[in-house]
């Protein structure tokens, strides 16, 4: 199969037009010696579900309610709700609500991680951060593929605490992407606000792989059965999520193991909590305790998706 469309140095677009805005934006000059794949195909999928969720909210938002909630809601409606949302949370964990906890991995006692200073926005909190420095660095994976680049930070963990022969594929939307009206506001503020590859610039790291593509449109199929550990941190809403998380699960090896940035929390994240839970009826998926990491091992989670299909 041909490359439907290769930017330079490593940097690919699904999207032949795109190519040239990538290299206008310039966004390839910081990213070098990057292994050259054929990327190709592009998937049509069928939007599912759209579910209205305000009752939800306001559900959610009830049960926490307090003179403290009420407080915050006079000085900023949006203070209140994040109040709510890591109450409601903290208060799923302790009840032992929503998944399972359970820490992916053991490090030896003598192992160490590497993680950036500086925190370039993204969402991801450092303590998720060391969970993933400290899996890469555990389990040692040979690929690894992440959906969601931002500016690199993750990737940029990914490299600093894995071995220099991992393959590691990044995947993010091109320069000037439609905002579909799906996407949720965070998700369109993070889309917006994005310096893709300014962390590994910063920190002189290019040992690494950008697709530019929409997910919805990624054709995970030369990935297949390949990846050893995946992250879904891209667009958060039901539609995405529930796409991305089906094309990790086909591209991920049985051994691999799969991680969800975002789960636990509530209003427009609450989506994907359920969507998490539902499919955690079909085969084992933790919580990693005061974060909002998700994750599975890879093979319950494609032989889930291969019976279901
Ligand atoms: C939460 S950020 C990723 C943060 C990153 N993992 C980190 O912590 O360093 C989500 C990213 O997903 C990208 N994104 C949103 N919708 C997408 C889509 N449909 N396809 C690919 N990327 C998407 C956004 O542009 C944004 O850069």
Redesign the pocket.
């Known amino acids: 199969m041909p490359p439907l469309a290769v930017l330079q140095q490593g940097v690919f677009s699904c999207d032949a037009n795109r190519v040239t805005g990538a290299v206008q934006a310039g966004l390839t000059s910081s990213l070098h010696d990057f292994t050259i794949h054929n990327y190709v195909p592009i998937r049509s999928l069928a939007l599912r579900n759209r579910k209205p969720m305000k009752l939800a909210e306001i559900a959610d938002g009830l049960t926490c309610l307090s003179i403290k909630t009420l407080s915050l809601a006079l000085q900023s409606p949006g203070l209140a709700r994040r109040y709510l949302s890591s109450c409601s949370k903290t208060y799923d964990e302790l009840a032992g609500k929503g998944l399972p906890s359970r820490s992916p991995v053991t490090p030896i006692e003598n192992a160490t991680i590497a993680l950036p200073a500086y925190h370039s926005g993204?969402?991801?909190s450092f303590a998720e951060l060391v969970i993933l420095a400290r899996t890469t660095k555990t389990r040692k994976p040979k690929t690894i593929f992440?959906?969601?680049?931002?500016?690199?930070?993750?990737?940029a963990v990914f490299m600093l605490n894995s071995a220099p022969d991992t393959v590691i594929t990044t995947?993010?939307?091109p320069p000037s992407p439609q905002i579909v009206s799906e996407?949720i506001s965070s998700?369109k503020e993070?889309?917006s606000s994005?310096e893709l590859a300014s962390v590994p610039k910063a920190l002189g790291l290019s040992r690494y792989t950008q697709l530019l593509c929409?997910?919805?449109q990624f054709d995970p199929s030369p990935f297949e059965n390949s990846v050893e550990l995946g992250?879904v941190?891209?667009?958060h809403d039901l539609i995405?999520v529930r796409s991305d998380t089906e094309k990790m699960a086909t591209m991920m090896k049985e051994d691999g193991i799969v991680f969800w940035?975002d789960y636990g929390g509530k209003g427009i994240l609450r989506p994907l909590a359920s969507y998490l839970e539902k499919v955690a009826s079909k085969c084992p998926i933790y919580r990693i305790p005061e974060t909002s990491l998700a994750w599975a091992p890879a093979k319950g989670l494609k032989t889930a998706f291969a019976q279901a299909a």
């Open positions: 993204g969402g991801m992440e959906m969601g680049t931002y500016n690199g930070l993750t990737t995947l993010d939307l996407n998700d993070l889309i994005r929409d997910s919805m992250l941190d891209a667009a995405h940035h």
